[in-house]
């Protein structure tokens, strides 16, 4: 979760923030109750649907517990990407 972009409109529970994978940001909309492990520069998961303007419209955000543990599928999607931008 990107530092500063979490934002709370309104009384309801619907949040908004942005996910980054060191390459590309995209911000995550979300409605419901947060993981008590959520927080600004922690990873996260979320999971949901491309909605209007390029936002994710999340069903479920999953917190994780040990920043250090990715999937490797992701770990080589990350390592591409900052090659990719370091050409």
Request: aromatic share 4%; hydrophobic share 40%; net charge negative.
């Amino acid at each position: 979760v990107v530092e500063g972009s979490v934002k709370r409109p309104g009384d309801g529970l619907t949040v908004s923030f942005d996910l980054t994978d060191n390459a590309e940001v995209v911000t995550v909309q979300y409605t419901g109750i947060l993981p008590d492990l959520f927080r600004e520069g922690q990873g996260i998961v979320a999971k949901g649907r491309m909605g209007d303007g390029g936002v994710v419209v999340a069903d479920e955000v999953l917190a994780k517990h040990d920043e250090n543990y990715m999937p490797p599928e992701v770990a080589d999607a990350m390592k591409a990407a900052a090659m990719r931008k370091e050409q």
